[in-house]
């Protein structure tokens, strides 16, 4: 329903801008009206940003230009004006060193964006992997009525009759392809098949999860996690969005009024059922920090630990994210947790209710798909977070992902000091290593990277996957993909550049992983632990600091990945305040 200006009950931020007559209202409006506005779209009625990620080199998003004219529709039909402003777009395919080093560049220039712009209300269309975190984490830090809209998923892929899964695939073919099962011919044929519309990955990547993670939080309307980028009712979401939000602007319903603890803690138990991407650790503990929720990587232990995955869905299952939707989607899921009574029912969401009110209906279109607990993919979900003294502030493990036979093996270390040092010595067969061994990363954590890039899932080498074994326990400070898969140890915090006890790791250390008891311990003695920190201490540190530029602001202020790598002075909500007019 639209409204008219005197319908609303305060005075709209935009006013600060637009309203009234004198000489810098005149200047403000005047300037806009270059664009062929009539007067009295600036008696009062809210403006509506558009923050839209749209880029020709972010290829998830390239189809958001469509989608933003869809909710532009559905403001105008609501009685407020849309304007739509280009943002950062940290795309995750083209991005170096990579698209995580400036996620919180993206996040600042959201923030800065909406507060100093008359803007008094959000729709932040978002997709690719940093996109979705980033624009909430912008969002959260002005408090300005927010709603999302991502751009769903691209269709399956199809290779030879199977399914090919964006990203879960690359990886597969790419192990192939060194033990000998396929060609680069076949791969290069492959190529065409795992992207064949518009959309983000159509696995349970990092793009699905936060996508997941923007519903489980009350951020985005009903069902729009899994709607396919090419489907029309993913145009239908993105118009009834734009409605919404303008009654969210009359409500005044913040992002502090829906991203509670609730909310959090309902996202991390979706994060477990659906085998979502250790990503949306730090990207939610990022967010919970900018509107000041002390969220732990203990809060994703105890949450996660008793959620049964019950998607089956790649890279932890057999289905993508097609298949999802017409399962009936996200609701679906939330529904279970509910049902088990794992579900804060009373959150409220962007819809101005409950989240229950939107769920408690939902029906399972396709149990093979979303399945029930008994025949859950794994009946401990989650995200394991290992702690020990290899890993005193946390490392974290996806369950889902992992081979079940190595969650409790103890083995011998081989050492890679950066990724160029695996680079170089992971394809010779001289390599002391066999499939009992851990492999261990060290120096691409946030700073030692920089960004802590998805390097994590560290291909196994080639001798021994001619042998026929596809998995080996690999441990750093790095991030993996949501795509990826396999017993992966990521997010060693503190990281191995800053002197974390993963610096001091040599090969031929014994090390000893429990996942059932949340240990990893590297089997020296106290003793000489702290003798070759300190010995480590004297050497020049492999995180050498930038001089310049954003990647010194960078190296400077990033936290580490057990609070989310956020930048120390973004925490807390600094709020919507108009600033000064320089006119």
């Known amino acids: 329903m639209a409204f008219t200006p005197a319908e609303w009950p ?12 004198s000489r810098d209202a005149i ?33 998830c998003n390239g189809h958001l230009r469509e989608l933003a004219d869809k909710v532009k529709a559905g403001v105008w039909e609501a009685g407020a004006v849309p304007l739509e402003v280009p943002v950062f777009s940290a795309s995750e395919n083209t991005f170096r060193p990579t698209a995580m080093m400036y996620r919180n560049l993206a996040a600042m220039a959201v923030e800065e964006t909406m507060r100093a712009q008359p803007i008094d209300g959000a729709v932040l269309l978002v997709g690719c992997d940093k996109t979705t975190p980033s624009l909430m984490m912008g969002a959260a830090s002005t408090d300005i009525p927010s709603i999302v809209v991502t751009g769903g998923p691209m269709l399956n892929g199809w290779f030879r009759g199977e399914r090919v899964g964006s990203g879960t695939a690359l990886w597969q073919m790419s192990e192939d392809i060194k033990a000998g099962k396929i060609s680069q011919a076949d791969f290069l044929e492959a190529e065409q098949a795992m992207s064949r519309s518009s959309g983000t990955c159509n696995t349970m990547g990092t793009a699905s999860t936060m996508a997941s993670m923007a519903e489980a939080l009350g951020m985005a309307l009903s069902g729009n996690a899994a709607i396919p980028a090419v489907d ?3 145009r239908v979401m993105a118009q009834l969005s734009g409605r ?18 609730a909310a959090f803690e309902n996202a991390i138990r979706v994060n477990g059922a659906i085998g979502g991407s250790t990503n949306a650790v730090v990207h939610l503990l990022a967010l919970a920090g900018r509107v000041g929720i002390d969220l732990t990587l203990d809060d994703w232990d105890r949450l996660g630990r008793d959620v049964p995955t019950i998607l089956n869905l790649m890279p932890s299952g057999e289905y993508l994210m097609e298949e999802f939707f017409y399962a009936g989607g996200l609701p679906v899921v939330l529904k279970h947790l509910g049902d088990a009574g794992m579900l804060n029912r009373d959150a409220l969401t962007v819809s101005g209710g409950p989240i229950w009110d939107e769920v408690k209906d939902a029906r399972n279109w396709n149990e093979d798909v979303i399945r029930p607990a008994d025949r859950a993919l794994t009946s401990n979900g989650g995200i394991a977070v290992l702690r020990g003294n290899l890993a005193p502030d946390g490392a974290v493990l996806k369950p889902s992902a992992a081979t079940p036979a190595l969650m409790k093996h103890r083995g011998r270390a ?10 170089a010595r992971i394809g010779d067969d ?60 990521l997010h060693t915090s503190p990281e191995a550049a800053v002197g974390g006890p993963l610096a001091v790791v040599r090969s031929g250390d014994m090390i000893e992983l429990d996942v059932a008891a949340r240990r990893l311990h590297l089997d020296i003695s106290d003793e000489e632990l702290g003798a070759r920190l300190a010995e480590w201490d004297k050497r020049e540190h492999r995180a050498v600091a930038p001089d310049s530029g954003y990647a010194k602001l960078f190296h400077d202020h990033v936290e580490q990945a057990h609070t989310g790598a956020d930048f120390d002075f973004l925490k807390g909500c600094r709020g919507r305040d108009v600033p000064r007019d320089s006119h």
């Not at 919404?244 to 603890?261: C, F």
């Not at 499939?435 to 700073?447: A, S």
């Open 10 to 21: 305060r005075r709209l931020r935009s006013q600060e801008w637009y309203g009234g007559t």
């Open 27 to 59: 200047y403000h409006r005047g300037w806009l009206k270059n664009q062929g506005y009539p007067e009295d779209l600036f008696d009062g009625r809210p403006i509506i940003g558009i923050l839209n990620t749209w880029s020709d080199l972010s290829p």
């Open 232 to 234: 029309s009712r993913r």
């Open 244 to 261: 919404r939000i303008v009654q969210m602007v009359k409500d005044d319903l913040k992002p502090s009024d829906v991203m509670t603890r």
């Open 414 to 423: 081989v050492v890679f000091e950066d990724i160029d040092d695996y680079k």
């Open 430 to 489: 001289a390599l002391d290593i066999d499939e009992t061994c851990i492999m261990v990363l060290k120096n691409c954590g946030p700073k030692g990277y920089p960004g802590m890039s998805e390097v994590g899932n560290m291909g196994l080498p080639p001798k021994v996957l001619r042998k026929g074994i596809t998995d080996m326990i690999r441990i750093s400070d790095a991030r993996m993909s949501g795509t990826a898969y396999g017993t992966v140890i």
